[in-house]
């Protein structure tokens, strides 16, 4: 993503990612959403990572790309971390936190070990980078679909923290667009695109968790009912 | 199967962002309007998406407030999107017209609370200025 308008980009998600993390300390969210903030903190780390590796050794260096691939394989299961934490807030009352994360652990080895069985059954000869690319767009599917049962249960439990309701509706916007981008990505290898529409979609998230912490208290609460499409 | 995750996703897509859209508009609704942003925006108790337009025009002639901008583009284009459907499937399927309507007076009266706002930091930032 060079030019101008990627640095821009680049620069723009950084500096939000700092501000989610400074919103929650300034708003006393931090530790409610400690993983939360950790992944942020952790993107803005590996955004400086990146542009080290993209400055010493340059765009289409295989430097850059093994670090591109594996930071951003590691972001997506700090990303999937974060989501199962979501679900611990959501399930807090149902006393089920062990199996909530039996299931996430069991989930996050399944779709490593599929993964690997694609990326073994390829003749490609990048094995270790292809795997953590195979591994970062299958995260991002189960992140959705597990974001959307998430966001099943907070209809039927007729959760209404506000905060947390945007929280996960913002994670599920911004699994949702990814996974359609690396899909049409498959579908159309040759568009240049998307280079620029994956980091635009990077920037939508921590502007919508900083606004979550920012801007709503966390003991805010809605009726439930309002935020069906379908009306109850 | 890239073709069925691209169709599944854009759903999802579209089904997260009404709702967030539906969350922001949620957390304002329960404001009431000040008499004088009833007066300037002619809204009564309930507003129509009709007067959507027109509230964002007066919006545009207030100081911007930072946080605001992204919620704001947010509900633009949630609009849109009802518009869309109200030209379209809503033709089809009648019953969407009666949602859509309320959905589109809703995101008019976001917008009238957002005038509210920017009108009263508007106001602190004159009075400030007056005191300095």
Request: charged share 15%; proline share 3%; with cysteine.
């Amino acid at each position: 993503m060079p030019g101008s308008i990627g640095y821009t980009i680049w620069v723009l998600g950084s500096l939000l990612e700092v501000c989610v993390v400074v919103s929650a300390i300034a708003k006393h969210s931090f530790r409610r959403y400690l993983c939360l903030n950790i992944y942020m903190l952790f993107s803005f780390l590996i955004s400086l990572g990146r542009y080290y590796a993209f400055n010493h050794f340059g765009l289409r260096s295989s430097e850059y790309k093994y670090f591109y691939f594996y930071s951003d394989a590691v972001l997506t299961i700090f990303l999937y971390l974060a989501l199962i934490t979501l679900y611990l807030h959501v399930f807090d009352e149902m006393k089920v936190e062990k199996y909530v994360r039996l299931t996430a652990v069991l989930l996050l080895v399944g779709t490593v070990l599929f993964s690997y069985g694609v990326v073994q059954q390829s003749q490609n000869k990048m094995l270790t980078g292809a795997f953590f690319a195979e591994l970062s767009q299958n995260l991002y599917f189960v992140g959705l679909v597990l974001t959307y049962i998430l966001w099943g249960a907070i209809l039927k439990l007729r959760e209404t923290r506000t905060q947390l309701i945007q929280l996960v509706l913002s994670l599920g916007i911004y699994f949702s667009a990814f996974a359609a981008t690396f899909a049409l990505g498959n579908m159309f290898p040759n568009f240049q695109f998307f280079g620029y529409v994956v980091p635009v979609f990077g920037c939508l998230l921590p502007l919508a968790w900083a606004y979550a912490f920012w801007r709503l208290a966390p003991d805010a609460r809605m009726a439930p009912a309002r935020l069906a499409v379908v009306p109850r | 199967m890239a073709t069925l995750i691209f169709i599944l996703s854009a759903a999802a897509l579209l089904q997260f962002f009404i709702s967030y859209c539906r969350s922001l508009i949620a957390a304002s609704i329960k404001q009431p309007l000040s008499a004088e942003v009833r007066d300037v925006t002619g809204i009564p108790n309930t507003a129509s998406g009709e007067d959507f337009a027109r509230v964002i025009q007066l919006l545009d002639l207030c100081p911007e407030r930072p946080e605001e901008r992204g919620r704001i583009r947010a509900i633009n284009a949630y609009f849109r999107l009802l518009n869309v459907v109200r030209s379209t499937l809503a033709r089809v399927i009648p019953a969407l017209v009666t949602w859509t309507e309320m959905e589109r007076g809703q995101c008019t009266y976001f917008a009238a609370v957002t005038l509210d706002r920017r009108i009263a930091f508007s106001r602190d930032m004159l009075a400030q200025q007056l005191d300095a």
